[in-house]
């Protein structure tokens, strides 16, 4: 048996307000058909479908107001503080996979991301003035690739073994933070014709003065004037601030 108190009445009377509700608001909706989404800007339900994005989503355009959405769109916006930390990442030579792995974008954002601030650094090395006398750089190649092993790209350094200091003007802090100043760079294959063009990319003085150490890679030789080119091991030391780079 079943007591219906004051408080029980109560209860199930707003239980059944509430059912009513909502079974007039499913029946008005089924019959004027209703729809759920509605353009984020002025809120109109007026829509109509305008082709996919990249990935397949669904894109639709506001008849009111023209504006063009995704509906429940999971796009996140890149806040400060990632890309702070993603700056101070990138200082450690870790992968870009990697990065986007523990900062949370994805990884073609942040190659993009990489790109823009690589175009605002300077191509050209601002070295200071250098008295002329000995002066002494260390010159070295580095192997990468691009997309594929098979797009191999040679990076050639030359760097002053005293100063290693940064000397690039006015670049982004990406680069401003770094403890070596490059006097020569260049980006080739592993020829001759690279070698001759590092050769070229150093400031006059160096040209002039400068007592070169490197490796025993043929293409120095042909290039480097032998007065001053002092081939070494690695084991002889003479190369261990180029090399830890």
């Not at 199930?12 to 989404?37: A, R």
């Not at 900062?103 to 090395?125: E, M, T």
């Not at 294959?189 to 001759?196: E, I, L, V, Y």
């Amino acid at each position: 048996m079943i007591l219906f108190t004051p408080n029980l009445i109560l209860k199930l009377d707003y239980l059944m307000v509430n059912l009513l509700k909502s079974l007039f608001y499913w029946l008005i909706k089924g019959c004027l058909k209703i729809p759920n989404d509605f353009c984020p800007s002025c809120g109109s339900h007026s829509l109509r479908k305008n082709g996919t994005i990249h990935n397949g989503k669904p894109k639709n355009e506001c008849k009111k107001c023209g504006r063009q959405f995704v509906i429940n769109n999971t796009k996140k916006t890149v806040t400060q503080a990632q890309t702070d930390l993603i700056d101070k990442l990138l200082l450690e030579r870790i992968s870009l996979r990697g990065i986007a792995r523990v900062v949370g974008v994805s990884w073609r954002w942040l190659q993009n991301y990489v790109n823009h601030k690589l175009a605002q650094v300077s191509r050209k090395i601002k070295v200071s003035d250098k008295p002329r006398g000995r002066l002494t750089i260390e010159c070295d190649e580095l192997w990468s690739f691009v997309n594929s092993k098979g797009n191999e790209y040679w990076v050639w350094l030359a760097i002053d073994r005293k100063t290693r200091e940064i000397e690039r003007g006015s670049a982004p802090n990406l680069v401003r933070h770094a403890q070596v100043s490059f006097v020569g760079c260049y980006i080739g294959d592993r020829s001759r014709k690279s070698a001759q063009k590092l050769w070229e990319s150093l400031p006059p003085v160096y040209r002039q003065y400068a007592v070169a150490y490197t490796d025993f890679w043929e293409s120095y030789k042909t290039v480097i004037p032998d007065s001053r080119h002092r081939p070494v091991p690695k084991s002889s030391g003479q190369t261990n601030h180029i090399e830890r780079i």
